[in-house]
């Protein structure tokens, strides 16, 4: 496992960043959530005067040797053509990304087939899925640390291109069935409580899904470890995912997380280095049943509840401008002394 | 009162646009709210290719008579220097318009004081602040009609240069006073259920709007005709905010509506006149405790729900970005077909 210099936000600035909000011409607290956004930002920068740089989002897809055991409703070939989508610009990702100015790019972390033919692609694949966790882990050990490694080398990439704010999200049929195993495996929640539709599956296609990871999870009883549980139900998008967001938050970025599958590769980051929640900011609560309580366990106020439940990073996408809107009202907006506007008045003037 | 063409929209179009939206490239309604939102912008505008222009936020300004009773946490000329304050571009709503590239305009309502050395501002005034409803009624009939064509000739105005996509925001202290008479009064919800701190009173300042407020309310018990109880309570900014949703909707613009105060407006239209709810999107659920319940009365799904309660429009400025989601993702995104996709299997493929 490689390792990560990752520590708590230095609290110096938190006075002085805010008495600059509390001075601005609102009533004190009036921008909620944004607020608590602003502070944020301007703590990861260590800077009263955030700016938002070269955002980027970072789609990692890969297959999953569960989705050969019938857990989802879509055959394991979409993950391949939902790439050359992707590449094509026809997703909602691509839509999104282009709406709000972040650079996309998409990662073969795992994907059966091959991309020889589309240099767009980040080639970073460690094999062509993993095998089924019904009988054995999803992964090696050795895949584990590849996948970590590869994530972490290329947020550090990115982030020396001058990006500060990185998306996260991701693309494989499976990818609900890995999240929920390992949702249950580190949180210690029922399985029944981290189980969902995935892309739609009905109420008999749910209890199929709930009986084979129930045996999974038997079959991997005694695993607890972060990165054992990680090798075991993880895929190597997720790992890769989890590599980069250690590595991100090392690099003092911002980190935007998407849905289910994103969180759930943050659950494990977590269970790492919990610093890295710090950097975090929540972009959407899905429908998927498991999401709500994950943000729940890892104490995560999303901003955007839109029953949204299509992955592929577009909780963040969606959720950007809402941080563009807390960086810009910390620069922008007027202080009651500068606009010479009347501050709150201790009493009522008059009594009825 | 104006008469206003005002039709409920042509459903024709609905099966075509569930069709367009059914095979994009995503699982059956993960796109969640903002498939409802796609299929809403549709059928205002009557085509399967929507198109946001000239999107522009009108800022209505006005004083309350009510305001001298004590209400509000801010003295009252802070509406007056809260208009320069927009003027100069340093409020929320200016650094959230530039944000979103929407043209701002500020409209005196009936502000105490004069703008007659400040072009920008659109002069609408009635006059200069309402009277005192708690002795009697805020306005005159005939107020409150040149209000609602005020209000109206403006949206027509702003409809001529291309616009189809409007909000609704306002300034004036001592207008949740205003709002939540309105609300009680026209919901016939209990008058504690309409009331918030608005600015952010404390306890004791709160009990004695609530003191003011019931005194009101029993000064005009008597009044219930929608035009009658907005002269009575309403606000010149609030009559002028109804006025222009009516115009709006009848030139099919798209209403986006943003907090307290502008539902409560837009609740004094859908008295006058119901189909006007079908053009509307709301921004934000705000803070101030009746919003949530008027919201409901009016069975709105706001798109945001931050914790704000700032007014000035700033709201559906936050989210007209998830309305520009809508619209690209049902005029850019690949169908299935066209990206080579494969749909969903009825099945599973195999058994545990």
Same mark, same amino acid.
């Given at each position: ?187 210690? !929640?029922? #399985?029944?409580?981290? %189980? &969902?539709? /995935? *892309? @739609? ?8 899904? +709930? $009986? =084979? ?90 901003? !955007?509840? #839109?029953?949204?439940? %299509? &992955?592929? /990073? *577009? @909780? ?8 563009? +809107? $807390? =960086? ?25």
């Amino acid at each position: 496992m490689p390792h990560f210099h990752l520590r708590p936000l230095n609290q110096s600035l938190a006075a002085a960043i805010q008495y600059k909000i509390d001075t601005k011409t609102k009533p004190l607290g009036a921008l909620g959530q944004l607020e608590q956004l602003a502070r944020q930002v301007a703590l990861v920068q260590q800077t009263l005067t955030p700016k938002l740089q070269q955002p980027h989002m970072l789609v990692f897809a890969a297959d999953h040797g569960i989705a050969a055991e019938g857990v989802s409703k879509y055959p394991q070939e979409v993950t391949y053509q939902m790439v050359l989508n992707f590449l094509s610009g026809g997703a909602a990702i691509n839509v999104f990304c282009r709406q709000q100015g972040m650079a996309l790019r998409i990662i073969d972390a795992g994907v059966k087939g091959s991309f020889a033919d589309f240099p767009a692609v980040t080639d970073q694949k460690i094999a062509e899925g993993t095998r089924s966790f019904l009988r054995e882990p999803a992964m090696t050990a050795a895949q584990c640390e590849q996948a970590l490694e590869a994530g972490a080398q290329l947020a550090r990439e990115v982030a020396a291109t001058g990006c500060n704010v990185l998306g996260f999200g991701e693309m494989g049929i499976g990818n609900t069935s890995a999240a929920t195993l390992l949702m249950h495996r580190l949180t210690g !929640l029922p #399985l029944a409580d981290c %189980l &969902g539709r /995935g *892309t @739609g599956l009905d109420d008999d296609q749910l209890a199929h899904k +709930a $009986a =084979v990871l129930t045996a999974a999870a038997a079959t991997h009883a005694a695993v607890s470890a972060p990165l054992e549980v990680l090798a075991t139900f993880g895929g190597f998008e997720i790992a890769q995912m989890t590599g980069a967001m250690l590595a991100a938050a090392e690099a003092g970025m911002l980190l935007l997380i998407d849905g289910f599958i994103a969180t759930a590769a943050l659950l494990v980051t977590t269970k790492l280095y919990p610093a890295v929640l710090e950097y975090c900011v929540f972009g959407h609560q899905s429908e998927e049943t498991g999401h709500r309580l994950l943000l729940g366990h890892l104490n995560a106020r999303p901003l !955007l509840s #839109l029953g949204l439940r %299509l &992955g592929e /990073g *577009t @909780g963040c996408a969606l959720a950007y401008p809402l941080l563009q +809107a $807390a =960086v810009s009202f910390l620069n922008e907006m007027a202080s009651f002394e500068s606009a010479g506007v009347s501050q709150a008045a201790p009493q009522p003037a008059s009594a009825v």
